[in-house]
């Protein structure tokens, strides 16, 4: 099969929401992560988060039997963020967290460096990088709990980001440590009408971050209130 071809089915099983088919596909076929990074360009947002959630899902499949294959991709994912690369992949932060989750052991070295790039890029990277960086923090909360401390505060601090899409990262985030009570101390957040791409349940909601908060405070109060 050619390239653009396959590259097409993958999209076609991505839009129909085929993932576990597309992570099968990665068992005969290794470049099925490479082309993944690629549909993460996709102009369609579900195809994007599909994609992303589909690679994590490839590469736990793949490191049955190819697991320095996979260390090679979590590798060259974490170089696409560099300067050196002199690429632009946006999306890296999300795609690492993913891998990351699902493959903790295997990816052992590389699971903190993608539960700090919050903390340790430079602030112009940041304005690309921040909401998939804050994602990658709620992703890989399971595996890399211990290290929360160090990023806590950069997670605080992007409430206030000037892109309405980082507070509501950073507000999703929060809920996904364990902190979403501390939004009951930014009052201001449950007026922010600023929008919010959200992805769950395999497909991308907007959201506004009042929305979101609102959603994250009242689950906050249920749980208290049961326990």
């Known amino acids: 099969m050619r390239s653009k071809d396959f590259k097409e089915t993958l999209r076609e099983h991505l ?3 085929n993932l576990e088919e597309v992570a099968e596909m990665a068992m005969g076929r ?10 993460t360009f996709d102009p369609d947002l579900e195809v994007v988060w599909r994609a992303i959630e589909a690679q994590g899902m490839a590469a736990e499949r793949l490191s049955v039997k190819s ?18 690369s ?17 493959l903790p052991r295997l990816l052992d ?15 112009e990277d940041l304005e690309h990088f921040r909401p998939g960086a804050l994602w990658a923090v709620g992703r890989l909360i399971g595996v890399a709990e211990d290290d929360l ?27 996904q440590v364990g902190k979403g ?35 994250v405070l009242d ?3 249920a749980s208290t209130a049961a326990g």
């Open 67 to 84: 697991p320095a294959y996979v260390r090679e991709h979590m590798r060259r994912l974490y170089w696409l963020i560099t300067e050196e």
């Open 15 to 17: 839009v129909q929401g």
């Open 109 to 123: 070295s590389h699971v903190p460096i993608a539960f700090h790039l919050i903390e340790t890029m430079e602030e």
């Open 30 to 39: 290794r470049k099925v992560l490479g082309t993944l990074l690629a549909l």
């Open 181 to 215: 009570a501390a939004l009951a101390d930014h009052p201001g957040l449950l007026e922010d009408d600023g929008v919010v791409h959200l992805y769950r349940d395999r497909a991308v909601e907007e959201i506004t971050v009042a929305r979101l908060t609102r959603e």
């Open 149 to 175: 401390p160090g990023v806590l505060p950069r997670v605080f601090e992007a409430l206030s980001d000037p892109l309405s899409q980082s507070r509501g990262m950073a507000v999703w985030c929060l809920r």
């Open 86 to 102: 002199g690429a632009c992949f946006w999306r890296a932060p999300e795609c690492m967290a993913e891998c990351g989750a699902r």
């Open 219 to 221: 689950e906050t109060s």
